[in-house]
């Protein structure tokens, strides 16, 4: 099953020789990404698919399992099959036909627009198991609309499993969820939130308490736990840092 896994995740997008008119797009463009790797507290990597390789690592600790960005720039795909347990590869391997499966069908013209996130688990150098968020967007295309290269941000996964396989638009209320049991694609609306939803939102980000929320908008604190568990039920959470997380995924605050 391994040699299954390992040959799905590096056959599905392959990108045999990439004309020399589509590489004048990416001169110099990692600056700008080492530049935003320096700005966020999340890891990023880039991978381009004609090399089958990671062509830049941010050293932000999160996705190295130990290593530097050096040996993690080094292993590539390897690092994938080091660090990511045997069921979790499984998933990556139905993630990445059904992903690619999607992508290939949509208009060349809107591929750019599109981004996938999931959750699956790392293993560190000691052992210790983590389940992160990764998400990833095409940073350029071949003239014949493939995914050259792609840019993923890793951050931790507020979920408790892992999945969570969505699809996002830029600038689109229209999301795809892949179910697992089937691989197939369901579109449905991102929830949306009123103003005061999306206030109260912004000022637990902050870290304001319910008590400080219910005094910096003139309301009763039974009032704010009574927003708070109208945006749990519109984006189908438990609690406010799974709910934190599902808008800034969502790209709601």
Same mark, same amino acid.
């Given at each position: ?7 799905? &995740? ?7 020789? =990439? %004309? $020399?008119? !589509? ?7 990692? *600056? /700008? ?41 080094? &292993? ?7 660090? =990511? %347990? $045997?069921? !979790? ?7 990445? *036909? /059904? ?41 350029? &295309? ?112």
């Amino acid at each position: 099953m391994k040699d299954k896994i390992d040959s799905s &995740l590096l056959s599905k997008n392959i990108v045999r020789e =990439v %004309p $020399e008119e !589509d590489r004048v797009q990416q001169t110099h463009y990692l *600056e /700008a990404v080492k530049a935003f790797s320096q700005l966020t507290y999340e890891s990023i990597y880039v991978i381009d698919y004609e090399k089958m390789a990671f062509e830049y690592v941010s050293d932000n600790p999160l996705f190295l399992c130990g290593h530097s960005a050096a040996e993690v720039l080094n &292993l590539g795909y390897q690092f994938y099959f080091q660090h =990511v %347990p $045997e069921q !979790d590869l499984k998933l990556l391997d139905q993630i990445n *036909e /059904a992903g690619f499966d999607f992508f290939k069908n949509l208009p060349a013209s809107d591929k750019r627009q599109y981004s996938i996130t999931y959750d699956f688990h790392l293993v560190n150098k000691d052992g210790r198991k983590i389940l992160i968020n990764h998400k990833l967007t095409p940073l350029f &295309l071949t003239s014949d609309g493939r995914m050259w290269k792609a840019i993923c941000i890793v951050s931790i996964s507020h979920h408790k499993n892992a999945g969570h396989v969505v699809i996002y638009k830029q600038g689109s209320e229209q999301k795809w969820e892949l179910s697992l049991g089937t691989s197939i694609w369901h579109k449905s609306i991102k929830p949306q939130l009123t103003k005061r939803e999306i206030e109260i939102l912004r000022l637990h980000a902050q870290g304001l308490t319910i008590n400080q929320i219910a005094e910096k908008i003139f309301v009763a604190t039974d009032t704010v736990k009574y927003y708070r568990r109208r945006i749990f039920e519109r984006f189908g959470v438990s609690n406010m840092v799974e709910a934190l997380s599902y808008a800034v995924s969502s790209k709601q605050i």
